[in-house]
């Protein structure tokens, strides 16, 4: 009997969690009250080029990679200076560096902060003592979600206020950040 008891409580306690992430529109919100900083996976690539068109990335040269911060220039306990470059995964597995063979470029892959109590979260891209802001707007739901988390859905991406992906986009999106005399160009091609 206690077992069962047990069970019903945890059981009205999921269905507590599931129902209280709904809204009128929908399985998503836009924000979850008790929710907290959370790291996503994605499969945007971020080309660091010159004014030709030329790497700047560079794996032999641990400066020329790009890495994720919270704050321009600040390194919090989570995101730390290259390490493990050489094996392809930096930044404490934040950031990976891959070459793709039909661009003949490395690209920078990055993990994605956010935090669910919020709707927007804004992190910082640096290369080479330049740091891009990057903005992402996530949604939430618990539709399809096993366990006791959050899966949350990227509805818009920007990149330096230029918007670069959303969840319904194609996977494997390419994005060219042109860096040339001090500033900084965002865009689909090379």
């Known amino acids: 009997m206690r077992k069962e008891m047990l069970l019903f409580m945890l059981l009205g306690e999921v269905l507590t969690m599931l129902t209280g992430?709904?809204?009128?529109?929908?399985?998503?919100?836009?924000?979850?009250?008790?929710?907290?900083f959370f790291l996503r996976d994605n499969t945007v690539r971020f080309y660091y080029i010159d004014e030709q068109g030329n790497d700047l990335i560079r794996p032999g040269r641990p400066e020329t990679l790009p890495i994720t911060y919270t704050q321009p220039?600040?390194?919090?306990?989570?995101?730390?200076?290259?390490?493990?470059?050489k094996k392809g995964?930096?930044?404490?597995?934040?950031?990976?560096?891959?070459?793709?063979?039909?661009?003949k470029l490395?690209?920078?892959?990055?993990?994605?902060p956010g935090d669910s109590r919020q709707k927007t979260y804004t992190f910082y891209i640096?290369?080479?003592?330049?740091?891009?802001?990057?903005?992402?707007t996530y949604e939430y739901t618990t539709d399809n979600v096993y366990g006791w988390s959050y899966w949350s859905r990227i509805v818009s991406w920007k990149y330096n206020n230029v918007p670069i992906y959303s969840d319904s986009d194609k996977y494997d999106k390419k994005i060219f950040i042109k860096k040339a005399r001090g500033k900084t160009t965002v865009s689909f091609t090379r």
């Open 21 to 36: 992430c709904r809204d009128e529109n929908g399985t998503y919100v836009s924000e979850i009250e008790n929710g907290g």
């Open 89 to 103: 995964t930096y930044n404490q597995g934040l950031n990976t560096i891959g070459y793709d063979e039909k661009e």
């Open 106 to 112: 490395y690209y920078m892959h990055s993990i994605v």
């Open 73 to 85: 220039g600040e390194v919090p306990a989570t995101m730390s200076a290259p390490a493990d470059y």
């Open 126 to 136: 640096g290369h080479q003592n330049q740091f891009d802001k990057v903005e992402i």
